[in-house]
């Protein structure tokens, strides 16, 4: 049973649009949320991260909304670069334990 | 700045054969782990160790070991290996709440 899932699974946007990739999540004591980045033929890197006594979390570019009461969260990338294009998991952890990977969203941004 | 190393980055081998990969973290983390992902670019955890101590195993083939000598290094052994595992193979070191990736070893069996 897949406990964080992401949505869509690919995801085309033109250069400057701004990109949001949806995750959502079933085990209420997760509470800690960070989204990494992966590029073809790399490990995924941290890119941002979340907590759940917050509602948002901006990183230049990137921004995380949080709504704990729906268990779902969404990355916003603005101004999207073709430097962008990747893979982007949502993840989901709770007090330290394991992280429990979501499904990925593929992002291709188009110049 | 690397600080995950894995190598081979790639290995091409038939059935039935052994492998072994390697990883070496110069982060100083105590936690490492190892993961497994498919064509699909699922990610699923194999194994964690804490110190030398086995302390995940997300009920993998028994075909597959880890192996550690140091907290610095971790490596995988396939004994026996099937065409189902092929994949790419993932070690990572956490500090606190943050995993820190290899870039991979990409494994290919025929």
């Known amino acids: 049973q897949q406990q964080v899932r992401q949505s869509p699974q690919s995801l085309t946007v033109w250069e400057g649009e701004t990109a949001i990739l949806n995750c959502s999540y079933e085990?209420?004591?997760?509470?800690?949320f960070p989204w990494y980045q992966q590029f073809p033929g790399e490990g995924p890197a941290l890119l941002i991260s979340?907590?759940?006594?917050?509602d948002k979390k901006e990183d230049g570019r990137f921004t995380i909304f949080f709504n704990k009461r729906e268990k779902k969260l969404s990355l916003h990338i603005t101004d999207s670069q073709p430097g962008d294009s990747a893979t982007y998991f949502c993840?989901?952890?709770?007090?330290?334990?394991?992280?429990?990977f979501g499904t990925g969203t593929s992002l291709l941004v188009d110049p | 700045e690397t600080a995950v190393f894995q190598t081979p980055n790639y290995h091409v081998t038939q059935v039935g054969n052994e492998v072994s990969f390697n990883c070496k973290q110069t982060?100083?983390?105590?936690?490492m782990y190892w993961y497994k992902q498919d064509s699909k670019k699922l990610l699923k955890i194999m194994f964690s160790?804490?110190?030398?101590?086995?302390?995940v195993n997300e009920t993998v083939p028994r075909r597959f070991s880890p192996q550690s000598s140091d907290k610095a290094h971790l490596n995988l052994r396939i004994k026996s290996v099937e065409p189902e595992d092929s994949a790419v193979y993932l070690c990572?070191?956490?500090?606190?709440?943050?995993?820190?990736f290899g870039p991979g070893t990409r494994l290919l069996v025929l």
């Open positions: 990572a070191s956490t500090s606190q709440d943050t995993q820190y």
């Open positions: 085990d209420s004591t997760f509470n800690y």
């Open positions: 979340i907590r759940s006594v917050s």
């Open positions: 993840a989901a952890s709770a007090m330290g334990y394991k992280l429990t």
């Open positions: 982060l100083g983390h105590d936690t």
């Open positions: 160790y804490n110190n030398k101590q086995l302390i």
